[in-house]
């Protein structure tokens, strides 16, 4: 029992660094793509830490709408302002070799 | 404005956020440390009303029966949102690129299993952790991984069917709300007898909605059959 109780709070312990470490790497990673995979890993991470406090719903969701929804939203998002800021800039190189 | 007052204009805004985050924080170690021990809560009512409720799992039998009308709420916050996105413009026909041949093994053997998952979690959802929100980001996984192996729903699909889909949850759960009202006069109170049959009928419709609605969030446009 006791070496049960030191495992659990061993996990704990370590989840809770994760998910501030995690965090903190995603709100301050200069790159988008990176910020966005860690925000995944975070995601993943919260799940577990909804299982230890046994909401296994919200585990559930956390991990489908929170990890998988969110960061494919985000991806497709990021592809989507890459192509805008591609074509703005082509427009500008045609504008410069008018001129 | 020089540049250097522009450099402390900004660094004077910097501790000023940092304060007044600062506050906020200490405003809510407070409020966590100010708990009481031991918060009596809803949880003995709900456990002492189960029998009513139709299901078995308290999570789903306080989201679609003792509060169903927050559900209803959140879908139509969820369709609201996709009105939203789709106000925006059309989505964008781009990429129309070969998909890899490992994508497109992937994608074959991980949709029907996520069918058969999504329809599990819907099934599951009346006894143990699931339901329809689980479900349908299921569902919606799926549609987003079709999506990705250039797999597009046929365009006589993408009219009246597509947006019948869309409000079919919330559309549902309303027309059973209402339904109710009229034979009951309670909004959304279900009979004891009938609660699991109208919980498991308000959650199949509210499944597919919720997948389409999130697979069609991730084109990020309005699809119009004709573009």
Same mark, same amino acid.
């Given at each position: ?5 030191? *495992? ?6 370590? *989840? ?10 995603? *709100? ?6 990176t ?11 919260? #799940?577990? @830490?909804?299982?230890?406090l ?6 559930? @969701? ?9 960061? #494919? ?5 990021? #592809?989507?302002?890459?192509?805008? #800021? ?14 | !404005? ?14 000023? +956020?940092?304060?007044?985050l ?27 009303? !189960? ?10 039998a =306080? ?11 959140e879908?139509?916050?969820l ?11 059309? /989505? ?16 074959? =053997? ?11 979690l819907l ?7 699931? &339901? ?5 980001s ?7 991984? !079709? +999506?990705? /192996? ?17 409000? +079919? ?23 004891? &007898? ?16 919720? &997948?389409?609605t ?8 309005r ?5």
């Open positions: 029992m006791e070496t049960m109780t030191v *495992l659990q709070w061993l996990l704990d312990g370590m *989840l809770v660094l994760a998910l501030v470490w995690l965090a903190w790497r995603a *709100l301050s990673s200069p790159d988008l793509f910020a966005i995979v860690l925000f995944i890993a975070f995601g993943l991470m919260m #799940a577990l @830490a909804w299982v230890r046994q909401a296994p719903d919200i585990a559930l @969701a956390e991990a489908a709408i929170g990890a998988g929804l969110t960061g #494919a939203l985000l991806l497709s998002a990021l #592809a989507r302002s890459n192509d805008l #800021a591609d074509r703005i800039n082509d427009d500008q190189i045609v504008d410069t070799e008018k001129k | !404005m020089s540049v250097t007052d522009r450099s402390r204009l900004a660094l004077v805004f910097r501790r000023v +956020l940092m304060l007044l600062l506050g906020l924080a200490g405003g809510l170690a407070y409020a966590v440390l100010s708990l009481p021990d031991q918060a009596v809560g809803l949880s003995d009512r709900v456990r002492a009303n !189960m029998e009513t409720s139709g299901v078995s799992n308290p999570v789903t =306080v989201l679609l029966n003792f509060r169903g009308y927050d559900t209803l709420l879908m139509a916050v369709l609201v949102a996709l009105l939203g996105v789709w106000s925006l413009g059309s /989505a964008a026909v781009y990429r129309r690129s070969n998909p890899e041949p490992v994508l497109l093994s992937l994608v074959g =053997v991980l949709v029907p299993m996520l069918l058969l998952m999504a329809g599990y099934w599951v959802g009346a006894d143990a952790p699931g &339901g329809a929100f689980q479900a349908g299921v569902l919606a996984a799926a549609g987003i991984l !079709m +999506l990705l /192996a250039c797999k597009r729903p046929p365009v006589q699909l993408l009219g009246w069917s597509l947006r019948l889909v869309l409000v +079919l949850g919330l559309g549902a759960f309303i027309a059973v709300g209402v339904s109710l009202l009229s034979a009951s006069g309670m909004f959304l109170q279900y009979p004891p &007898g009938l609660a699991g049959a109208l919980i498991l009928f308000i959650e199949a419709a509210a499944t597919l909605s919720i &997948g389409v999130l697979a069609a969030l991730f084109l990020g446009g699809l119009d059959p004709d573009a």
